[in-house]
């Protein structure tokens, strides 16, 4: 296979070559051949499309931090192999790829199946603190406890030869690609944007999983318009993978009923010049002299509100814990302090091009070790892991701080430090 661009994504096609085509999408972690038991009973109809995910199965390392990127290079992929319409079919992350094309690209999408999908998943915090974790101690941690989330413990200790595949096809993906995932779902969250997905939609869940379960299966069935729930029993997370049949037969069926004719906007058509009853009459020409200047407005406009932007940005250093403690926490007296804080620290000073994040967080604690602020270290420690600083990087700016800081403040700002780092990167039992 020739080198893939990094606009584009690693694939492949089964199934007769003049058949309607059905994508595949495959979950955080997993490869395409998490779908091989669909393929042969998929490919006697379709002409099935499967692709990797960036750093996945050997697929070149060039990471995509935002499920629309994904779904844009899905997309050039697909125009690159000459395919416009298809019926798709996503796990998880892959899931999360389905609702992006029916909500920004609805003329492409004939039919979708979300599988494990949830319309937000878990919380920004969590996926994040999963970067730390690889950033940290590579992705073995992440490798070890896959089977965990993804299979029944029936299943999983039955099947120890899938299990050990699942660890090991989770173990050789890129960390840097994987970081990026987790970023891109951590941003992920189109639960107001539901009402205005038009393809006709499966929501496949198995009845055990304990990450995207029956309730965010439902919350995606009450939203969508054209949806319908399947639960499959005796499955987790990965259930293509722990009930191949079951999906397979729910899979058929659906895309075998529910293939939506072309995509239609609702807008009537206007008509050709050449139907027209009476010809058009050329634009009247108005003399220069006529036009009159354009009003001077009376004052400049104001300036954009920066508060949403600042607390976005608030959000996604600090983490939603943090932020939300200190705004419940606010009240008439401090209220306008964390407006202030919100609006010109995030929403000006840190929304500002010059320097990236990992720049102004080593900034950041080399300030707060300067000032003595000890208080505020420890919430900054973990910012400054979430925006890509290791232990060992945080570790050289503290001592860079016993120089032009004092030993004495070094040694306070290494104490909380390591406590957070601890905390932060200690992989869960």
């Given at each position: 296979?020739?080198?893939t ?5 690693q ?13 595949l999408?495959?979950?955080l ?33 060039h ?15 697909l ?14 992350l892959?899931?999360?790829?389905g ?20 319309p ?9 603190q ?42 050789t ?19 107001a ?47 293509p ?7 397979t037969d ?26 027209l009853?009476v ?5 009247p ?27 976005k ?26 407006d ?29 070790v300067a ?8 919430s ?25 800081c ?24």
């Open positions: 296979m020739s080198e661009p990094p606009n584009t994504l694939y492949r096609f089964d199934g007769p070559e003049d058949a309607p085509v059905l994508i999408g495959p979950s972690g997993t490869t395409w051949h998490m779908w091989d038991r669909q393929v042969p009973e998929l490919a006697k109809q379709w002409r099935v499309f499967r692709f990797d995910l960036p750093g996945h199965g050997g697929a070149p390392a990471p995509a931090g935002s499920v629309a990127e994904l779904t844009g290079r899905l997309l050039a992929t125009d690159a192999v000459g395919v416009q319409r298809f019926g798709y079919a996503g796990c998880a892959g899931g999360a790829i609702l992006e094309l029916a909500l920004r690209h609805p003329e492409r999408l004939a039919s979708l199946a979300l599988v494990a999908a949830s937000r998943f878990g919380t920004a915090d969590e996926f994040r999963r970067g730390v974790i690889v950033r940290t101690n590579g992705l073995d941690p992440i490798a070890r406890t896959s089977p965990d989330r993804w299979f029944t413990g029936s299943f999983a200790a039955a099947q120890p030869a899938i299990t050990e595949w699942a660890v090991q096809m989770v173990r993906t890129d960390p840097g690609c994987y970081i990026a995932a987790c970023e891109a779902l951590a941003a992920f969250d189109v639960r944007e539901l009402g205005r997905a038009a393809a006709p939609t499966l929501v496949l869940v198995g009845a055990d999983d304990g990450v995207t379960g029956p309730a965010e299966a439902r919350t995606l069935v009450a939203g969508i318009r054209d949806a319908r729930l399947a639960v499959v029993p005796g499955a987790s997370h990965l259930v993978v722990e009930q191949p049949a079951a999906v729910l899979l058929v069926h659906h895309f075998s009923t529910a293939w939506q004719q072309p995509y239609d906007t609702g807008q009537t058509a206007l008509p050709s010049l050449a139907a009853p010809p058009l009459a050329p634009p020409v108005v003399p220069v002299a006529e036009i009159a200047p354009a009003p001077v407005p009376a004052a400049l406009p104001e300036p954009p509100d920066r508060y949403e932007t600042g607390l940005i608030r959000r996604e250093v600090l983490g939603d814990a943090h932020v939300d403690r200190a705004l419940t926490a606010s009240d008439a007296f401090s209220g306008d302090f964390q202030f804080l919100t609006r010109v620290t995030w929403g000006e000073v840190w929304d500002r091009p010059g320097l990236d994040r990992r720049t102004r967080s080593c900034i950041t604690l080399t300030a707060l000032g003595g602020h000890l208080e505020d270290l420890a900054h420690t973990r910012a400054a892991l979430r925006n890509g600083l290791t232990p060992d990087e945080i570790k050289e700016v503290l001592l860079h701080t016993a120089v032009y004092g030993v004495p403040a070094a040694h306070r700002a290494f104490r909380v430090a390591q406590g957070v780092i601890a905390e932060e990167t200690t992989p869960d039992a």
